[in-house]
Every structure is written in C-alpha cells, then in structure tokens.
C-alpha cells in the first residue's frame, strides 16, 4: 500500500513510518508531499494519509498521530505502548518533559533532518534508532513484570 505525509521528516513523521512497516504494511510505500499537496495527491495516488492536518490517522485528542495509528490498528503489544508514550513527549512540544527521553529523540530528529535531508534516506537510517528503541522498551516493560 501507498502512504503518504508531509515532507521534512521529524519525529511522529519517522515513528509513524517505523510503525506502519513493522507492525501493519511491511511493503509500505511513502511519499512525502509539501502538506498543500497531500489531499490531491493522496486521491490521485491512493495512497494512506498520515500525520497532516485534518486526516484520520493524525493527531487527535491530544494524541500524536502514532497513538492514533495505535489505536486505529488495535496495536496492544506493551513494549509498542511504552515506545508510544515517548513519541508522545518528543512529539508535542507541551508535553517533551513527561518520558525522560523524549528531549534525546527530539535532538536525535534534529540532527537526522540536518544530516539528512532526503525523506527517504533519513527513514531508512533512523529506523535502526527505532528498532533499537523498540527493543529497549520490550526490556523495561519486561523488567517491569
């Protein structure tokens, strides 16, 4: 399937992505659009919207468009939560001190879009960042048994 966002990748824009090919669509295309584009775009590719203002899987009711895709999907796995609630805090700059390592994803974001630029190639680099994350995660809620 076809997804599509807003171009400049940051935080919910990489997690999300991580999100939908791990656990949802593991032959996820993306595109990344200026967000005026992403409505017509989207009707005449196809394709899924994600984390752009006014579409289903973004962000609503104080959620950042990975918990909602959480939700949506009825993703339930206690690590995938536990990674969610940092995404949340990296995400929405009210809430970056509620998980003690939104501030480092936040700057890990950062420095990924200066590096780089392309969309693609950050995702495809940052998602070792959020496998490891993941995996960490697992851990804690793990040790938390």
């Not at 969610?84 to 003690?100: E, G, M, S, T």
């Not at 939104?102 to 630029?117: K, N």
């Not at 960042?129 to 793990?142: I, K």
Request: contains cysteine; glycine residues 6%.
């Amino acid at each position: 399937m076809k997804w599509i966002t807003r171009s400049h990748v940051h935080v919910d824009r990489v997690a999300c992505p991580w999100l939908i090919t791990r656990f949802i669509d593991n032959e996820a295309e993306f595109l990344f659009v200026p967000a005026s584009q992403i409505e017509q775009v989207a009707r005449e590719s196809g394709a899924i919207p994600f984390d752009a203002p006014g579409v289903e899987l973004g962000h609503h009711d104080g959620r950042c468009s990975f918990e909602t895709i959480i939700l949506h999907y009825g993703l339930k796995e206690p690590g995938l939560l536990r990674l969610a609630k940092i995404v949340h805090a990296a995400d929405i700059d009210a809430d970056i001190d509620l998980d003690p390592l939104a501030r480092g994803i936040e700057a890990i974001a950062t420095g990924f879009s200066l590096r780089f630029p392309n969309d693609e190639e950050n995702l495809a680099l940052q998602f070792e960042v959020y496998d490891a994350l993941y995996a960490w995660c697992r851990l804690e809620v793990a040790k938390g048994e």
